[in-house]
């Protein structure tokens, strides 16, 4: 019987954060910080709308769009928080940020067009540039330069067969952002190479010390040439109903829609319900957005002042709820610190090069964790250092 299997579907490498996902699952007494979920519930006023849409019956396909009172709804809420302005035919509702992401590269990628990553960044860029017979470039950002993309680094990666540019801010895994004045500098660079930029805002929500997030599309020029993918997992605790969004120019969002109408046909009705309430200003989704940001914030603060403690070169992330300490100072590598660990200190945290070789001598921890979680995993990590014999790290 033949290998029905694709060569390049074979050839992707498992995910490097399922790997410990995976082996922390099959230890006992293990404490994790490794997941990228918001402990919190989803907002009760949330799941009322929702299960009041089940109760009426609504329960059908919704257009493939996604309904128009909510894209109405995402119309505003882009507006009115980051400046973007967008008509409801532009955004298209979609199964999480993930299927915006895969579709997006679907629609534009032709096979052997290249399309600039930024690392250290969320795992599934490459494996999705690789599905569409696109070739991945990668643009290593560095922890001198606080994780941004640099203009001269950005320039350096692009060939004639650039054809986006994928923009994660604020970054999984090290917490970076792009304030506008750093937007402004990449942007001309981009115009000049007629660069599309896909701008994964997922966490655009989750900026600290008074520093609030930028969208790229909203810099001079730039968003005729920028898709914006965000999403209510992160912001709203919303990660189970797998609902996100695209918007951008009108001729490219209406390829993208006609991509996902033969793949999805539309998002989940019952989600798109919840959006709804989730986004009206009115019924004060924004004061329970406001206490999680608040609680990420202690959290972040933390864990940060806790990790320098204990003698780690760290990071002070401005966004997401990652911060990626370097363990380079220990003499081990990412996946034997995080091994050791795990096996050792019963800590399950994600090596720095499952998000990119440039991670490599770093480790991601979330604080998507309550305070008390992370002062018991402060505590082991410390036993697990003094056992070692490199605490205080050097």
């Not at 991509?259 to 989600?271: D, E, G, Q, R």
Request: hydrophobic content about 40%; overall charge negative.
């Amino acid at each position: 019987m033949r290998d029905f299997i694709a060569k390049h579907i074979a050839d992707i490498p498992p995910s490097g954060i399922r790997k410990f996902f995976d082996a922390a699952a099959s230890l006992e007494n293990v404490v994790s910080l490794g997941v990228g979920e918001p402990d919190f519930q989803t907002p009760e006023r949330i799941r009322r709308a929702a299960m009041d849409s089940l109760a009426q019956g609504k329960t059908r396909y919704t257009v493939n769009w996604g309904m128009l009172s909510l894209r109405e709804e995402i119309a505003h809420y882009l507006e009115r928080r980051f400046d973007l302005h967008y008509d409801t035919d532009q955004i298209l509702c979609t199964v999480g940020a993930s299927e915006a992401i895969d579709i997006t590269l679907r629609t534009i990628l032709e096979p052997g067009d290249e399309v600039l990553v930024v690392e250290p960044s969320y795992v599934a860029y490459k494996p999705a540039i690789w599905m569409q017979h696109g070739v991945p470039v990668v643009v290593t950002t560095k922890a001198e330069n606080s994780f941004k993309l640099m203009p001269e680094e950005l320039e350096k990666a692009i060939t004639p067969k650039t054809k986006a540019l994928i923009l994660p801010y604020p970054n999984n895994p090290t917490g970076a952002i792009m304030e506008k004045e750093d937007l402004e500098r990449i942007a001309p660079v981009l115009c000049q190479h007629d660069i599309l930029v896909i701008s994964d805002e997922i966490y655009a929500e989750l900026t600290y010390g008074g520093k609030n997030h930028v969208s790229i599309a909203s810099i001079a020029g730039m968003s005729e040439r920028t898709v914006v993918l965000n999403g209510f997992a992160k912001a709203f605790s919303m990660t189970g109903w797998r609902l996100g969004y695209v918007a951008g120019p009108k001729d490219l969002m209406k390829a993208i829609n006609k991509l996902h109408a033969y793949v999805i046909m539309c998002a989940p009705t019952i989600s798109q319900y919840g959006a709804l309430e989730a986004l009206r200003e009115d019924t004060l989704c924004d004061t329970d957005v406001d206490k999680m940001r608040q609680a990420y914030d202690e959290r972040r603060r933390y864990l940060v002042g806790e990790l320098r403690r204990l003698g780690f070169s760290c990071f002070e992330p401005e966004g997401a709820f990652y911060v990626f300490p370097s363990i380079s100072s220990t003499g081990l590598t990412s996946q034997e610190f995080c091994k050791t660990l795990l096996e050792e200190g019963g800590v399950a945290v994600i090596p720095g090069d499952a998000f990119g070789e440039s991670g490599e001598g770093h480790v991601r921890i979330s604080y998507a964790y309550s305070m008390e979680e992370l002062q018991i995993c402060i505590s082991k990590i410390e036993e697990f250092l003094q056992k070692k014999g490199i605490y205080p790290v050097k």
